[in-house]
């Protein structure tokens, strides 16, 4: 069933477990996603990044999801991940996605509050939920380097103040795209920011947290963990020892096939670290 983040969010807030939010770039991730997601009986967020608006454009993008979403009992958001652009939004929103975020993250506070508000305004009359950013995690989608800034929690509280976003993602420790788990988290920073702003926190480039700190943070205030690098790393890997023990191999639906297997596999694993099993 297609819903909102805001929706999901009111009951993951405060409670012992988060809302995963994996990224997709495939009809095929997903569909995987989804699948784990209904073994577990998880509420899920696809999230559409921005190279898989590049790849399936804005409209397909959305059809896909809100699709899938209406065909499965497990609760599902479509969302719009780390929109740079205002004018992405805006089409994201009239192609049907249930949440967009707007990433004002490499602008000044001023200019990211002014461009959050806009969004904001717009998608309350709309029933659209919105995630901004505070502070900057590290490393683009894209790959290119930017050092982060973690998230000061006075600063935090004011922009959430201006803006009543329904989501804040903070910079704690992670970075995008991170192959290995290496993240640092900062737990002090986390429960300051916690103790000064009252909404439901956002932690992106999940990929590189350990399992012992995906569990942590999932007990925290966050109710939303972005998982992305992760899955198209086991994608990529089961092609491989695929094509290289069957090299022979012509249908490519046997290739998909197994790697969306690898996606549900990981997927049924962070739900289990976030503890959303059963809540639907
Ligand atoms: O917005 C997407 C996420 O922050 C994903 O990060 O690819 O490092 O897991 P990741
Ligand atoms: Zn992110």
Redesign the pocket.
């Known amino acids: 069933m297609l819903t909102t983040l805001k929706e999901l969010l009111q009951v993951a807030y405060r409670s012992n477990y988060a809302i995963p939010?994996f990224?997709i770039h495939t009809y095929e991730d997903a569909v995987a996603i989804i699948k784990g997601a209904e073994e577990m009986k998880s509420p899920v967020i696809l999230?559409a990044?921005p190279s898989a608006i590049k790849h399936l454009g804005v409209e397909i993008a959305a059809f896909m999801m809100n699709e899938l979403a209406k065909k499965t009992f497990v609760p599902v958001v479509s969302h719009l991940?780390?929109a740079r652009e205002l004018d992405i939004i805006f089409r994201a929103m009239k192609a049907g996605f249930t949440s967009v975020m707007y990433d004002g993250s490499d602008l000044s506070f001023e200019q990211n509050v002014r461009n959050t508000q806009i969004v904001v305004k717009v998608a309350r009359s709309l029933g659209i939920s919105v995630e901004a950013e505070i502070g900057r995690?590290g490393k683009s989608?894209d790959g290119e380097e930017i050092s982060q800034i973690l998230t000061e929690p006075a600063v935090a509280k004011e922009f959430f103040q201006n803006t009543e976003v329904d989501a804040l993602a903070i910079a704690v420790g992670?970075?995008?795209?991170?192959q290995k788990q290496e993240a640092q988290i900062n737990f002090e920073r986390i429960q300051q920011i916690q103790n000064v702003v009252d909404v439901p926190l956002v932690l992106?480039?999940?990929?590189?947290v350990t399992d012992e700190d995906l569990k942590k943070i999932s007990r925290m205030n966050f109710g939303k963990i972005?998982?992305?690098?992760?899955l198209k790393t086991v994608y990529v890997k089961k092609i491989r020892e695929i094509l290289s023990s069957n090299p022979q191999l012509k249908d490519q639906l046997t290739l998909l096939n197994a790697a969306s297997k690898a996606i549900t596999e990981t997927v049924i694993h962070k739900i289990e670290l976030l503890g959303s099993s059963g809540k639907i």
């Open positions: 939010a990224n999230m990044s991940d780390h995690v989608e992670t970075a995008h795209a991170m992106h480039g999940s990929s590189g972005n998982i992305g690098t992760v």
